[in-house]
T-cell receptor, first 113, second 113 residues
Framework: KQEVTQIPAALSVPEGENLVLNCSFT??????LQWFRQDPGKGLTSLLL?????REQTSGRLNASLDKSSGRSTLYIAASQPGDSATYLC????????????FGSGTKLNVKP | KAGVTQTPRYLIKTRGQQVTLSCSPI?????VSWYQQTPGQGLQFLFE???????NKGNFPGRFSGRQFSNSRSEMNVSTLELGDSALYLC????????????FGPGTRLTVT
């Protein structure tokens, strides 16, 4: 069974700092890896989708990388802002059902002004 | 293009009752997945529907069921509610291609008293 782990569980940084969030998964046979953001009490907002054949994706200040062989992904946030404060979740889908995602427990990020 | 919508947004029920939640996917999306999110278990996959057929089901008791209509709208039903069913229920839609992103709705917050 696919298991997804995110480290650290919580992170507090001063505004302007660059930071890295980590995600690891146990089974390298994935279709996609998707990073999401969740604000308190709200739904999930898709940030980046990396297909299994890709190594990284970028969107604005966000860069996500994928190393399937080692079962790892990182989300890099440049020049963090207080508005980046949220919980960040990574999820992977599996060959037998690519619309079934396995989620990590998330990293709760607090960016201090 | 309108996003994924879920109704109702908040619901309070008592133990033993049943509840029906609704999800309208993004126009053109044919796959709808349901997830339960709790502080202790995180996000867990419930089931996925495509073209009115359930394609996959998570490890939840039979009290949890769902269906999809010809317009791709989906409902999930929970019968004989238990306190542990209190959670945020999220639905996600996708085009149902292996490389496509999941888009989540805002969720329905269910409280069982």
């Amino acid at each position: 069974k696919q298991e997804v782990t995110q480290i650290p569980a919580a992170l507090s940084v001063p505004e302007g700092e660059n930071l890295v969030l980590n995600c690891s998964f146990t089974d390298s046979a994935i279709y996609n890896l998707q990073w999401f953001r969740q604000d308190p009490g709200k739904g999930l907002t898709s940030l980046l989708l990396i297909q299994s054949s890709q190594r990284e994706q970028t969107s604005g200040r966000l860069n996500a990388s994928l190393d399937k062989s080692s079962g790892r992904s990182t989300l890099y946030i440049a020049a963090s802002q207080p508005g980046d404060s949220a919980t960040y979740l990574c999820a992977v889908n599996v060959p037998d059902n690519f619309n079934k995602f396995y989620f990590g427990s998330g990293t709760k990020l607090n960016v201090k002004p | 293009k309108a996003g994924v919508t879920q109704t109702p947004r908040y619901l309070i029920k008592t133990r033993g009752q049943q509840v029906t939640l609704s999800c309208s996917p993004i126009s053109g999306h044919r796959s709808v997945s349901w997830y339960q999110q709790t502080p202790g278990q995180g996000l867990q996959f419930l089931f996925e529907y495509f073209s009115e057929t359930q394609r996959n089901k998570g490890n939840f008791p039979g009290r949890f069921s769902g269906r999809q209509f010809s317009n791709s709208r989906s409902e999930m039903n929970v019968s004989t509610l238990e306190l542990g069913d209190s959670a945020l229920y999220l639905c996600a839609s996708s085009l149902s291609l292996a490389t496509n992103e999941q888009y989540f709705g805002p969720g329905t917050r269910l409280t069982v008293t």
